[in-house]
């Protein structure tokens, strides 16, 4: 709070006079095209230690879900979602398309999974061994290893080839 009573504002963004209570960061999706929603999705809750979102109560599965809403049935598996059993970390969306990913990512994952120990502290390298170790029996593929002065990371494709680190 300022000394008006109003919240600071926050991320440099000015907070208008009629704001009451609360300045909220916008909540963000990570969207992924992929051409198999559901292993992609199992893959990266591996990955992110989030978990496969479940179906909407009162439904069991999302099949039950689709008949509900009488989704035709060639459409069950165009959508697929991960997310953050905390509610903390951004929903991650997978969305069937029908090509192979066929270019370098513009965009990537950092899986910073070294905190708090940091890259080059033993326990932090061998806690991105051990993660990476996992990832790759789930079907990743490691590229490299990196190791410059800003840190140590291995960049990885997920099952479909999308370039992500683990650091």
């Known amino acids: 709070m300022n000394g008006s009573g109003r919240p600071r504002p926050r991320r440099g963004r000015a907070v208008p ?23 992609q999705a199992e893959f990266w809750a591996v990955a992110l230690d989030y978990v496969v979102q479940p179906p909407p109560p009162p439904h069991a599965s999302w099949e039950e879900f689709a008949r509900s809403i009488d989704l035709p049935e060639d ?14 970390g951004p929903r991650v969306l997978f969305q069937k398309v029908p ?11 950092d899986v910073q999974i070294s905190h708090p120990d940091g890259h080059r502290s033993p326990a932090g390298q061998e806690r991105i061994a051990r993660h990476v170790a996992r990832l790759v029996d789930a079907g990743a593929k ?3 290893e990196v190791d410059e002065p ?9 099952p479909e080839g999308n370039e992500f680190c683990v650091g």
């Open 17 to 39: 006079h009629h704001t009451l209570d609360i300045v909220m960061a916008i909540r963000a999706q990570v969207t992924f095209d992929a051409r198999n929603p559901r292993e």
């Open 75 to 88: 459409r069950w598996d165009t959508l697929a979602a991960v997310v953050d059993p905390d509610g903390d």
């Open 99 to 109: 090509e192979d990913k066929e270019v370098k990512n513009r965009v990537h994952l």
């Open 142 to 144: 490691v590229v490299r």
């Open 150 to 158: 800003i840190g140590f990371w291995v960049l990885m494709r997920d």
